[in-house]
């Protein structure tokens, strides 16, 4: 099996062969987009004068949603049931889980390589049948302070059958794909979805496009478009100040919020690198991906208040966040800054300036 990316906290390189790296990087004029989920949402830099009042509950719902990155990866043991039950307790929007194949082609949820990452077993997930996986502590190397909890408390690996039947059918799962070929792990996730009814729910992801392609024999399965047409439109606008072919109607994206970037540029005899640390998501990109009604963003790896408040501003839909207890409380106070006063008064705004002038 190949597996194809790092943990999303880790420390990221994307490297970009430039033919010819311009000497000035036209930067777009700083607008303020809005989601369809975030019409209303912002009294601040990103509007002038007064917008339409929204209620408490209005106010809550329009701010970015917030997704639990493998079920909420710093609050309890990555890809178990334990996280499950606790993002939803700790108010999650949506649940990301990351889906590998046993040896006896069941789909269940673990992400790393191999199982000593973070269990109490080795050898990769496709060495051992589910019901072996079942046996296995999930939680081995979850750590609080210095302690392990659940070393005495064990959590095992869970099948995706059994996730989705911890989930509410109420909330939106997103599966990301990790192990290759595609194809037999797209046969056996189907099949979990078909038998569980879960097709409306579930939107599906990976960082290799053999999966859009695999899925795309299911006319009722929903997608994230390629990681790499997501990460070319990005680097397109940023660099060359050109969006391309915008996203079409409909289309879920996902990209980090921020991310280290190692730009190459070729010369006659050898090249030249810049390292950088890049900011993924501006005005003038997600500008590029609202042309067309109903394009769906998230922004990965959002983890503190200053990076949730510039996704609001941004318009972004929602957040992959690892921990969906902390950026509830984040969202909490955020959003008492839009309640209107009970007598209809203008909402408080959010300030957008500095958002705007670095992301400008």
């Known amino acids: ?90 108010r999650a929007d949506a649940i990301w889980l990351t889906v590998q194949l046993s040896a006896d082609g069941v789909p269940v949820l673990y992400r790393p390589a191999d199982l000593s990452a973070l269990t109490d077993a080795s050898g990769p997930v496709a060495s051992r049948t589910a019901a072996e996986l079942a046996r296995i502590n999930a939680g081995w190397t979850f750590k609080v302070g210095d302690a392990y909890p659940y070393r005495a408390a064990p959590v095992p690996v869970p099948t995706l059958r059994d996730a989705l039947r911890a989930i509410p059918a109420g909330m939106p799962v997103i599966l990301d794909m990790k192990a290759l070929p595609a194809g037999p792990q797209t046969l056996a996730v189907a099949r979990v979805l078909t038998d569980e009814d879960a097709w409306s729910r579930v939107t599906l992801y990976s960082t290799d496009d053999a999966y859009q392609r695999s899925f795309a024999v299911y006319p009722q399965a929903r997608l994230f478009e390629s990681r790499d047409a997501t990460r070319t439109r990005l680097v397109h606008t940023l660099l060359a100040g050109s969006c391309g072919d915008a996203p079409a109607a409909h289309t879920w994206t996902a990209f980090e919020m921020h991310r280290a970037l190692t730009v190459t540029e070729k010369f006659t005899l050898g090249e030249g690198r810049s390292e950088v640390s890049a900011t993924l998501w501006t005005p003038a990109t997600v500008a590029c991906f609202r042309q067309q009604p109903d394009v769906r963003i998230v922004a990965i790896a959002v983890n503190n208040a200053d990076d949730y408040r510039a996704a609001a501003c941004l318009g972004i839909d929602a957040v992959l966040s690892d921990s969906p207890r902390q950026m509830s409380a984040i969202r909490a106070a955020l959003g008492a800054a839009l309640v209107t006063t009970s007598r209809g008064a203008q909402s408080k705004a959010i300030d957008c300036g500095d958002v705007k002038a670095e992301h400008g």
Do not use: W
């Open 1 to 90: 099996m190949i597996y194809n990316d790092p943990p999303a906290f880790a420390p990221h390189r994307l490297v970009l062969t430039l033919s010819t790296l311009k000497a000035r990087i036209h930067v777009f004029r700083t607008i303020c987009a809005a989601s369809a989920l975030s019409a209303v949402l912002l009294v601040s830099a990103c509007g002038a004068g007064s917008a339409a009042q929204p209620s408490d509950a209005m106010a809550a719902s329009t701010l970015p949603r917030i997704v639990a990155h493998r079920a909420g990866t710093a609050d309890a043991p990555e890809n178990t049931l334990e996280a499950i039950h606790a993002a939803i307790a700790n």
